[in-house]
Every structure is written in C-alpha cells, then in structure tokens.
C-alpha cells in the first residue's frame, strides 16, 4: 500500500507541475511586447491552430522588404550592398545588405513586384520601428574613381552622345563622350573630357553646334 501510495503522489505531483506549466507563457525570444490579444478573464478555444496572446518584436534583428520592379530585379543578387532612409530621419542614410529574394511575386495594380530583403546591424543612436516606411537604393554596380556629370549635361542627338562644354575664353564646344554606369542623377563619363572642366547642363545655345 505505501508504495502504491508513493506512485499515487508522484502522478498527482506530476499532473500538477504540468498544469503549472499551462499556466505559465515563455517567450521564445527577447524583445518587447508590441500587441496583446488576448485579455484577462476571456476565454480562449485552440481548435487547429495555436491562438495567439501578444506579439513580440525584437528591435534589434528589423530587416528592410523593399518591392522591386520586374524590369530590375534580374540585376538583383544576395550580397549587394543597400542603403535606405526613413521619413523620421529625414537626411540620413542606413547602411544595409541585399540577403534574400523572394521568388513569389506580388502584382500591385497590375505591376509585378518581387519582395527584396535588406538586413542591417541596428544603429545604436537612432531607433527603427516595424512598419516605417523606407526609401531603399540597391548598388546594382561599383565603379570607384568613376568621372561623372549631372544627366541633363548628357545630350543625344544623331546617334552621337555629347556634351558642352565651357572653354576658357568662354567659347562653348561641343565634346563627344562615351558613358558608362548611370543612376537617377548622374552619368558615368568613360572618354571625351577630362576632370576639372565645365560643362553646361540644360539647354544651350543650339550655335555650338554637334561634334562630328
């Protein structure tokens, strides 16, 4: 009888702990609390999936998912480096690094977008939240040294690209250039002028003419 007894309690011991260890919640990460859902006293009914009672966020492992047109995203590879602003920082720029593409597009009125993922170490000055909205630029390339003029320096016309530039008498000439790289701003130019001469951006007076 004792030691039926003794097989007894340690059952009922062990029911207890169990049923101590439903009411306990352990997070399975740090972080801090960015929802609940759950009150107390409500009533809660699991039926095929888990219900959920708060939301954890852990600031320091954020990652940028920046929606990428289907016309450039085949210039895009894991390892790229990027760097993205955020409307509460206006002026400041986030170092980051491309680390996933995801193969399921998204169409947003009727454009097809593919979700890149940036990840960055977290600034330790400046706190970055869930949901900012980010300005993203992605380095498709990386020319160091590189001579480069504003983009409305560049002119085409005929087949020849150009651009005019500023003589030291204040003639206007008209230089053959051959670029390279390009972005929203700026040209690479490869040959046809040096650094440090003037080039005139806009529009010019049509007198100085086209290089043959």
Request: glycine share 8%; with cysteine; charged share 25%.
């Amino acid at each position: 009888m004792a030691a039926q007894r003794r097989v007894e309690a340690a059952a009922s011991l062990a029911y207890t702990r169990t049923q101590l260890d439903y009411a306990r919640i352990c997070a399975p990460i740090a972080g801090v609390v960015s929802s609940i859902s759950t009150q107390e006293g409500e009533t809660v009914s699991a039926s095929l999936a888990a219900p959920t009672f708060v939301t954890l966020v852990d600031l320091s492992r954020l990652e940028v998912r920046a929606y990428v047109d289907e016309t450039d995203i085949g210039r895009i590879r894991t390892g790229q480096e990027a760097r993205f602003t955020v409307d509460t920082y206006p002026g400041e720029e986030f170092q980051g690094r491309v680390s996933a593409v995801y193969p399921q597009p998204e169409i947003r009125d009727t454009v097809v977008n593919y979700i890149t993922v940036v990840t960055f170490d977290a600034p330790r000055d400046r706190t970055l939240r869930p949901e900012m909205t980010t300005t993203v630029q992605i380095a498709i390339e990386r020319h160091d040294n590189a001579l480069s003029v504003p983009r409305a320096a560049v002119h085409r016309e005929g087949g020849r690209t150009f651009v005019y530039c500023m003589l030291d008498g204040g003639e206007i000439a008209a230089r053959s250039v051959t670029t390279g790289a390009s972005n929203d701003s700026l040209w690479e130019i490869r040959s046809g002028i040096d650094e440090g001469e003037t080039v005139l951006v806009g529009r010019v007076d049509p007198g100085a003419g086209i290089p043959q």
